[in-house]
């Protein structure tokens, strides 16, 4: 059984930064990428990051390039979210995601439950 359990969201100014995080735990063979999905009211869930702990080769979606920071803890398996210069558009949920494989045959998504990041203007 594969948990994630994120932390680190919540309420700041517009400008403000906030660092999330996102740990998994559970029986994980090897992890192909972890990252963060934002889901805003009334719109579709969508990319922010992801990371590729192999070669820490990231992604990011054009609105947050420059703004946002994505890491990983191999370790850990914990990934993180360094946001800055946050704008009220920023206001969602935020979503954990890891794409694993959990036995020799068995790859999967997990999602974590979802933190609220709130930017007021």
């Known amino acids: 059984q594969v948990q994630l359990v994120e932390s680190g969201g919540g309420l700041v100014q517009a400008g403000g930064s906030l660092t999330l995080s996102c740990a998994a735990s559970g029986t994980i063979l090897n992890i192909n990428t972890m990252g963060w999905y934002r889901q805003a009211p009334g719109k579709q869930r969508e990319l922010v990051a992801t990371i590729s702990p192999d070669d820490d080769n990231a992604n990011y979606a054009d609105s947050v390039k420059g703004r946002f920071t994505i890491s990983e803890d191999n370790a850990k398996n914990t990934v993180y979210l360094v946001m800055n210069i946050l704008k009220p558009e920023d206001t969602a949920v935020y979503y954990c995601?890891?794409?694993?494989?959990?036995?020799?045959?068995?790859?999967?998504?997990?999602w974590g439950q979802g933190t609220q990041v709130t930017v007021s203007s």
């Open positions: 995601k890891l794409d694993a494989w959990v036995s020799a045959l068995f790859r999967r998504d997990y």
